[in-house]
């Protein structure tokens, strides 16, 4: 089984400087991808950044980067210079398992960027 | 090119009605979603395709069903709706090319159950 881990349900940041936002994961799986997804409050889900586990290098995406620690089985979600545009939910999700793409999304943490 | 759209976008229903809920993707993908969103809970798969034809159960089916005669085209059906059924309800679709590629989102279907 897989499981996703947010322990943060909010988080306050000032604009301009950067932000972590933690995620782990479990899973009996050795090959596997790790996904970041921000939903603003209109309700749209949007696609940010993908870690494979195979990936030796960490993910960045312009100011989104992906701490990835596989032996602490950990994928978190750094934001530079933050904009309050950048004010949303955040999900960490994980697709593992071979054949389909069976998703598992963590609860979310709720990031409010500070003028 | 309109991506992944849903329809309806809001829906009212009494408890024992029954709905369809449409997705559409024009992206030819062949993998298709549906979850639901309930607040603190993130999103639950509730079932999904792997291509035309073809259904599987994710974490949350009970109470749903689901169908894809076309491969652009995925149904999510509540044969008798449930308060506990309120939520938002989103659909994705994704290729099957590379290792693990995004999910496409529509917008969502926010629907009440009274």
């Not at chain 1, 950990?74 to 999700?93: K, P, T």
Request: aromatic share 12%.
């Amino acid at each position: 089984a897989q499981k996703i881990t947010q322990t943060q349900p909010g988080m306050f940041v000032q604009e301009k400087e950067a932000v972590t936002l933690d995620c782990t994961y479990d899973t009996s799986d050795q090959s596997y991808g790790l996904f970041w997804y921000k939903q603003p409050s209109s309700g749209e889900m949007i696609f940010l950044i993908y870690q494979g586990s195979y990936d030796e290098q960490n993910a960045t995406e312009g100011r989104y980067s992906l701490n990835f620690q596989k032996a602490r089985k950990s994928a978190n979600l750094v934001i530079s210079a933050s904009q309050l545009g950048d004010s949303a939910m955040y999900f960490c999700a994980m697709g593992a398992g071979g054949g389909y793409q069976k998703v598992t999304f963590g609860i979310g943490t709720k990031l409010q960027v500070i003028p | 090119n309109a991506g992944v759209t849903q329809t309806p976008k809001f829906r009212v229903l009494k408890t024992g009605q029954s709905m369809t809920l449409l997705c559409a993707q024009d992206m030819n993908h062949e993998y298709m979603y549906w979850y639901r969103q309930d607040p603190g809970m993130g999103l639950r798969l509730i079932h999904y395709s792997v291509g035309e034809g073809t259904t599987a159960k994710g974490e949350v089916p009970d109470g749903y069903n689901v169908s894809r005669l076309k491969k652009q085209n995925f149904l999510l059906g509540l044969e008798s709706a449930a308060p506990s059924q309120t939520s938002v309800y989103f659909c994705a679709s994704s290729p099957t090319s590379g290792d693990y590629n995004e999910q496409f989102f529509g917008p969502g279907t926010r629907l009440t159950v009274l």
